[in-house]
């Protein structure tokens, strides 16, 4: 990637907080390893496809993350519209840097970014969809992650 270039996507599925590491032990052995949840392998994709041969960036990025989660079903009418009053931002769980952590993270394992410490700026939010989406197999959704990263000068 060239400096000053850009990468926007679009990753599609529900957004999950990045799990934490876990510790084995098989009789004398002990060893750790991260789970790769289907958010992981959704995002890994999702970068697969928009960057099939990443040259690892090595220079300061800044990005830029919106997160869209599910809305309950209470904050909804029988006829599908937006009940008054109901919050545009989510909060609660997932917390927003443990998003922001899953998303980094498959951008390294995905060689598109050399490590996560070249971001020197981020910007993330949690929303809610508009809608009520149901997450099924082959069923399209609004929920997701929008992605952007930039890179960026260093002097």
Same mark, same amino acid.
């Given at each position: /990637?060239?400096?000053?270039? !850009?990468?926007?996507?679009?990753?599609? %599925?529900?957004?999950? +907080?990045? @799990?934490?590491?876990? $510790?084995?032990?098989?009789?004398?052995?002990?060893?750790?390893?991260?789970?790769?949840?289907?958010?992981?392998?959704?995002?890994?994709?999702?970068?697969?496809?928009?960057?099939?041969?990443?040259?690892?960036?090595?220079?300061?990025?800044?990005?830029?993350?919106?997160?869209? /989660?599910?809305?309950?079903? !209470?904050?909804?009418?029988?006829?599908? %519209?937006?009940?008054? +009053?109901? @919050?545009?931002?989510? $909060?609660?769980?997932?917390?927003?840097?443990?998003l922001a952590?899953?998303v980094l993270?498959?951008?390294?394992?995905?060689?598109?970014?050399?490590?996560?410490?070249?971001?020197?700026?981020?910007?993330?939010?949690?929303?809610?969809?508009?809608?009520?989406?149901?997450?099924?197999?082959?069923?399209?959704?609004?929920?997701?992650?929008?992605?952007?990263?930039?890179?960026?000068?260093?002097?």
């Open positions: /990637m060239e400096t000053g270039t !850009t990468l926007e996507l679009f990753i599609f %599925g529900e957004p999950q +907080g990045h @799990p934490r590491p876990r $510790v084995v032990r098989r009789g004398k052995i002990v060893s750790t390893y991260t789970p790769v949840t289907d958010w992981m392998k959704g995002m890994m994709e999702g970068f697969e496809k928009e960057c099939p041969d990443p040259r690892p960036i090595c220079g300061p990025v800044a990005v830029e993350m919106i997160f869209w /989660m599910p809305r309950p079903k !209470t904050h909804l009418k029988k006829d599908g %519209g937006l009940r008054k +009053g109901k @919050p545009i931002y989510h $909060v609660g769980k997932p917390d927003v840097d443990n952590k899953g993270d498959a951008m390294v394992r995905h060689g598109f970014l050399g490590d996560d410490s070249l971001v020197v700026y981020l910007s993330c939010s949690k929303r809610y969809c508009d809608e009520l989406v149901h997450l099924e197999e082959g069923e399209p959704s609004d929920v997701g992650c929008w992605v952007k990263v930039e890179e960026i000068e260093n002097g």
